[in-house]
């Protein structure tokens, strides 16, 4: 079953611009004119995938382990800085350390719904600290898609972590100020004119 998963996806692959195709260990690569892609076949089906610019990918350079865990070695570490109640989804990267250029992901969310807005975090071992990685991010058919240049242990959430530190919460938090601002002026001026 899994190799004719395999020719079928070459096969159709091949159809739509796609240079070349390897299997190994499941992991298919492909390839097309600006992008190379690392697709995880689990018993045939898509569980999740890499993908980086083809100018910043040099694979002879530079190999990693590519397996994506959805359970982190440090769950316990992230929790302890953060409501362990609150609703994440972990993603941990066998690998740890830098990429050989953006990676963007693509994993199925099995505890969020489509059209839910996560945010993306990084829990940085060293220093024991949440670092915010990017915001906003729409889950579409099941699937979250985000860019990394770093592997290591992070979360994904509804929730805005206050004590997370890196890019800024504050684009959030200021659109819910002036929300409530314009409310309560809105409401004030509403009232005066009874």
Known sequence: MKKIFVIFLAVVLSFVGISSISASDKLIRTETKDKV?????????FAYSWSFDKAEFKQN???FDMKIKFKS????????LISKNMKKEYVSFNYHGDLPGVAT????????????RLNLYYYNDQTNEIETVNTNLLVKNGYITFDIDHCSDYFLTLSIV??????????????GMLVII????????FKGRK
């Open 182 to 189: 314009v409310g309560l002026v809105g409401y004030t001026i």
């Open 61 to 63: 350079e530079f190999e």
């Open 162 to 175: 206050k004590e997370a530190s890196g890019k800024s919460n504050n684009g959030v938090i200021i659109i």
């Open 105 to 116: 992901i693509k994993i199925p969310t099995t505890k969020f719904s489509d059209g839910d």
């Open 73 to 80: 070695p440090n769950k316990h570490e992230i929790n302890s």
């Open 37 to 45: 892609m690392f697709i995880q076949d689990k018993d045939g089906e």
